[in-house]
């Protein structure tokens, strides 16, 4: 059962014990991402995540990771367009330890300046491991091209431009501009006692700010661009305007990317991979966010079989479009997200994100029970509907990455 506390400053702290576990995991989630950042600070709020591990007042960096370690925990941390999450799993003894690390780390980071300037080549370094990744460069490429007239197109972890603005003031200011208690949300699963919680409150009731954040909206534009490079595959992404995070037909979209592309049954890695055999991976998501979102496909292969590829994935859109769907397709599908639920609950730290997250975007948990019964009211019609208002060519976009042609030479095979 899920309980919540709501501090006087506005911090909310959701609660689920799990009584046959030794352990707890425990997340600071902020809501506030690289979306709502202005463009001259872009990255700031991924910066502030590196940087809440360089030292506080009253412990430096090596103080924070020897501590971390002697409690035998997992400590780690990680940005997103619209969250920021700090979390740690450890042993059920010593919450109120790893607690006093991370709030320290929270409420107190130091942002000393030659900290921040070492720290500013680390983060160079993981945007050219990224641009290394053509899969995640064609993905996050297409992102940016189809949102670039709002916040949500701006990269995660911003330039090296932006990267450059990063001062002790700078981060010190947007943290007490954006970090505000009732923006923050602590999640806890596991084995705890009260006087862990008393002392978690007791923490965080010492928070300060008023408000929350908001965010601009966000217009999806369909933009489609070429990025040449050296490597033997050329990677594509095809991307659809897609319903919101907050949206209800969540689940039916869930089901859908499920159905196109969501594993090995799925339609296009049957028809592109099994049955003409002609890429390795093929796959499609659906990734959503608070007023919009995006359902993508994604295809690495080589470039004498990407235009009989590119069309066979229309091909398989058309048809689904057309003639609808199977109902023992849909129960196939359905029962996939279903154990994926269910057996996530077997993990405290996927039952921490999916509190942690649930109480920051709809402010209250949901409770599996409903999640399934969510699932299991999905219908075909609710499906075939759905995929019909999204997946119109007429709004599509593509991202190619390595020795492609000209986006339009892409867009010609799906228009």
Same mark, same amino acid.
């Given at each position: $059962? ?9 911090? %909310? ?11 707890? *995991?425990?997340?600071?989630?902020v809501g506030n991402g690289s979306r709502h950042e202005p ?16 030292? /506080? ?10 501590? $971390? ?23 059920? /003894? ?10 320290? $780390? ?32 064609a993905t996050e490429k297409l992102f940016e091209n189809c ?18 603005? $990063?001062? /002790?003031?700078?981060?010190? #200011? ?5 970090? !505000? ?66 949206? #209800? ?17 799925? %339609? ?27 359902? *993508? ?31 023992? @397709? ?26 942690? %997250? ?5 402010? !209250? ?7 399934? @019964? ?5 219908? /075909? ?6 995929? %019909? ?27």
């Amino acid at each position: $059962m899920y309980k919540k506390i709501t501090l006087p400053n506005g911090v %909310r702290i959701v609660t689920e014990k799990v009584d046959y576990v030794r352990s707890a *995991s425990i997340g600071i989630w902020v809501g506030n991402g690289s979306r709502h950042e202005p463009k001259e600070l872009g990255g700031i709020s991924h910066f502030i995540e590196h940087m809440i591990f360089k030292g /506080t007042e009253t412990r430096s960096a090596q103080d924070i990771a020897v501590n $971390m370690d002697a409690l035998g925990g997992q400590f780690n941390a990680f940005t997103t367009k619209e969250c920021t999450c700090y979390y740690m799993k450890v042993l059920n /003894t010593h919450i109120k330890d790893g607690m006093e690390i991370l709030a320290d $780390m929270f409420l107190n980071s130091k942002f000393d300046q030659k900290d921040i300037d070492l720290e500013r080549g680390v983060v160079l370094e993981e945007i050219g491991m990224y641009e290394d990744s053509p899969e995640d460069l064609a993905t996050e490429k297409l992102f940016e091209n189809c949102f670039e007239s709002s916040p949500l197109g701006s990269p995660v972890l911003g330039t090296q431009t932006t990267l450059s603005q $990063m001062t /002790t003031k700078k981060l010190h #200011d947007y943290m007490k501009s954006s970090y !505000r208690p009732q923006d923050t949300v602590i999640a806890i699963s596991g084995m705890y006692e009260q006087s862990d919680l008393d002392f978690i409150c007791e923490l965080f009731s010492k928070m300060s700010g008023e408000g929350k954040n908001t965010t601009t909206p966000a217009i999806y534009i369909p933009k489609s661009k070429v990025y040449k490079k050296d490597i033997e595959q050329n990677h594509i992404c095809i991307g659809f305007p897609s319903i919101s995070l907050l949206s #209800d037909k969540r689940y039916a979209m869930q089901i859908l990317s499920s159905m196109l592309g969501g594993g090995m049954s799925s %339609r296009l890695f049957q028809t592109v991979r099994e049955k003409n055999g002609l890429c390795y991976c093929i796959y499609s998501f659906n990734a959503s966010h608070q007023d919009s979102g995006m359902l *993508s496909i994604y295809t690495a292969l080589g470039k004498e079989t990407e235009e009989k590829a590119v069309k066979l994935i229309k091909d398989v859109i058309d048809d689904f479009c057309e003639n609808g769907i199977k109902e023992d @397709e849909l129960l196939r599908c359905r029962e996939q997200l279903k154990s994926n639920v269910l057996m996530g609950l077997e993990n405290t730290s996927v039952r921490m994100h999916q509190m942690g %997250r649930a109480e920051l975007y709809f402010e !209250r948990v949901i409770e599996t029970d409903e999640i399934i @019964e969510r699932y299991d009211a999905v219908t /075909t019609e609710d499906v075939l509907n759905l995929a %019909r208002n999204v997946l119109n060519f007429e709004n599509v976009a593509v991202s190619a990455v390595g020795d492609v042609s000209s986006a339009e030479y892409y867009l010609s095979m799906l228009k």
